[in-house]
């Protein structure tokens, strides 16, 4: 079973106990005499509305008799201490009333659903904290400052725009502790809210996720690729630190570049590796997918050591 199918089990089940739940009250409620006669009578009416309307013809006193019993029920519920609402399921969301789909577009909810699956499946733990809305400038140096300005609202335009926008991949390089992984997570949590499945993770983890799908030979490999595949949005943080495995890392990477730069996904990478490095590590198949000028941008991020400044 995949994510989106996990998911959307899950909240199968949560409408099924909703619905459920609705029905035990009903039925307690039918067990007096008095509101089983009005709901006969309602459904009937119902009935008899729909037939007269079909056949064009007014019903002007069923419907004024409709909303008569109707607040005759509302009435009995009254006297028995339930709220009317209790007669109804209740949903986690209202708006796709927990099937995930809307107009045969994927509900917000199932979206956020399949993040939050995908956060936890990559070991990650998104600051939400940490957005375009609460980013403290003052700790960058005056020398670094306007560009770091500038690199935000670049890409804050970018997570706004998506997926009406020809920048489909980000690579950010810099050295250590000069706010890659910050950045980041501002972009990934920009996508969240704006109800965007996101995969978030370190390229030695994607490194080993790529190993056992190498070495796992039944249907369950799947698992490690797809989530990688799949989402609207894919992270990789800190690519270079993992070890080059052989038959393994080159390949799958450009794999996963390759599909999703035809998929028009967008993918967000950081790196401690400057341009002639990346080449050198990875090679011109992986390079020409990140260095892509009519879909990438490429940016280099300059400054101190933004944890040793805060240590002081």
Known sequence: MNILQKVKSNMELSRQNAKLNAKKVLDEVLKNNLYYDLYK????????????????????????????????????????????????????????????????????????????????LSGMNLNPDRNFNNVNFGIFSDSVRANMQKIYDKLHTVTQKYPDTKIKSVYIAGNTGTGKTYLSECVANAFIERGFTVYYTTAFNLNNNFLKYHTTFDASKTQF???????????????????????????????????????????FINSNLLTKELRDRYGDRIFSRLMNKSSSIILKIEGEDLRLKSIK
């Not at 309307?53 to 019903?59: D, I, R």
């Not at 201490?81 to 509900?107: F, R």
């Not at 690729?225 to 495995?245: K, M, N, R, Y």
């Open 225 to 267: 690729l797809s989530p990688v595949l799949d989402c609207d949005a894919l992270f990789i943080d800190d690519l270079g630190t993992e070890p080059i495995l052989k038959n393994v890392t080159l390949e799958y990477l450009w794999l996963v570049l390759n599909e999703r730069m035809q998929k028009g996904a967008f993918t």
């Open 41 to 120: 009578k309602e459904n009937n009416l119902v009935v008899n509305i729909a037939k007269i309307e079909f056949l064009e013809t007014k019903a002007d006193k069923e419907r004024e008799e409709l909303e008569n019993i109707k607040r005759k029920k509302e009435q009995v519920l009254h006297a028995l201490n339930i709220n009317p609402k209790d007669l109804e399921p209740k949903y986690n969301c209202k708006l796709c009333q927990d099937t995930g789909y809307v107009n045969d577009k994927m509900c917000a909810c199932l979206k956020k659903a399949v993040t939050n699956e995908l956060i936890k």
